[in-house]
């Protein structure tokens, strides 16, 4: 059973960071890619970052320069190190994992920038 869980979510100020966690069990974690996904209300979900296997990753270009995603293998965790946070940042922030065609999500974890 593939279980993704998120922390770290909490409430910035702008111009500040944060670092977001993925524990995940139940899957051969070194082999995938992992993704960390965000939603602000009413809007769609929107890929953040994604790394591979071989730690190749791609970034929205909304968070480029600013989002750094990088991954523990020994540890099964997948990072997201998010600096100069800005109140668009603000969104509920999801783990994903495809692992053979189907997306596996966590539940997620909220971040807000405010002032």
């Known amino acids: 059973q593939v279980q993704l869980v998120e922390s770290g979510g909490d409430l910035v100020q702008p111009g500040g960071s944060l670092r977001l966690s993925c524990a995940a069990s139940?899957?051969?974690?070194?082999?995938?890619?992992m993704g960390w996904y965000r939603q602000a209300p009413g809007k769609q979900r929107e890929l953040v970052a994604a790394?591979?296997?071989?730690?190749?990753?791609n970034y929205a270009e909304s968070v480029k320069g600013r989002f750094t995603i990088s991954r523990d293998n020994a540890k099964n965790t997948v990072y997201l190190q998010m600096n100069s946070l800005k109140p668009d940042d603000t969104a509920g922030y999801y783990c994903?994992?495809?692992?053979?065609?189907?997306?596996?999500w966590g539940k997620g974890t909220l971040v807000t920038v405010s002032s």
């Open positions: 139940g899957i051969i974690f070194r082999f995938y890619v």
């Open positions: 790394i591979t296997s071989r730690e190749d990753t």
């Open positions: 994903n994992a495809r692992i053979n065609g189907i997306d596996y």
